[in-house]
T-cell receptor, first 113, second 116 residues
Framework: KNQVEQSPQSLIILEGKNCTLQ??????????LRWYKQDTGRGPVSLTI?????NTKSNGRYTATLDADTKQSSLHITASQLSDSASYIC????????????FGTGTRLQVFP | GAGVSQSPSNKVTEKGKDVELRCDPI?????LYWYRQRLGQGLEFLIY????????KSGLPSDRFSAERTGESVSTLTIQRTQQEDSAVYLC??????????????FGDGTRLSIL
């Protein structure tokens, strides 16, 4: 069983709509949780980083939330744009090994006009 | 450029051949990481460097894989006697310091390796 699981595996939405991506993790204790965006054929790019004590972090139209009690995080995208089409990856940093990030398999988002 | 650079961007080789992948991290970044991304799967940690030393080699899949870093800069990942299961995208990332919670890892665009 993966230590970081994401849902849905893929998602299709229309331009302008909002969407929410989910991440459940079992890594414990953890230092921080990150969301990355990965365009096709490119490396991942950091969107947000939240420590275990933070509940929410925003970056433009992206808002990440974290519930450390239930070990769940979500990434909410507001007013989606065509350029939001990408894979979104949830990444958890173990507390005792902060250089060995644990990656989810990602949610593939497609935004259509 | 200011980002992490990897070369080649694509590599096709025959089974059994050796390949060498190169990573140029962001200047001044002391930590450097190698990951493997198989089709449809999450990134898999391979190895990380602090300066020129590799404190954690636990992710290397087999003794066919090796990596080195010189001058606290360029790193090469070498795969000997390649197998078809080595086909994947190999991503390199760097960060200013290791283990810093607020320091994101900056990724290159990867080398897509295909073993025939």
């Amino acid at each position: 069983k993966n230590q970081v699981e994401q849902s849905p595996q893929s998602l299709i939405i229309l331009e302008g709509k909002n969407c929410t991506l989910q991440c459940n993790y079992t890594v414990s204790p953890f230092s921080n949780l990150r969301w990355y965006k990965q365009d096709t054929g490119r490396g991942p790019v950091s969107l947000t980083i939240m420590t275990f004590s933070e509940n929410t972090k925003s970056n433009g139209r992206y808002t990440a939330t974290l519930d450390a009690d239930t070990k769940q995080s979500s990434l909410h995208i507001t007013a989606s744009q065509l350029s939001d089409s990408a894979s979104y990856i949830c990444v958890v940093t173990p507390f005792y090994n902060t250089d060995k990030l644990i990656f989810g398999t990602g949610t593939r988002l497609q935004v259509f006009p | 450029g200011a980002g992490v650079s990897q070369s080649p961007s694509n590599k096709v080789t025959e089974k059994g051949k050796d390949v060498e992948l190169r990573c140029d991290p962001i200047s001044g970044h002391t930590a450097l990481y190698w990951y493997r991304q198989r089709l449809g799967q999450g990134l898999e940690f391979l190895i990380y460097f602090q300066g020129n030393s590799a404190p954690d080699k636990s992710g290397l899949p087999s003794d066919r894989f090796s990596a080195e870093r010189t001058g606290e800069s360029v790193s090469t990942l070498t795969i000997q006697r390649t197998q078809q299961e080595d086909s994947a995208v190999y991503l390199c990332a760097s960060s200013l310091y290791p283990g810093q919670f607020d320091q994101p890892q900056h990724f290159g665009d990867g080398t897509r390796l295909s073993i025939l």
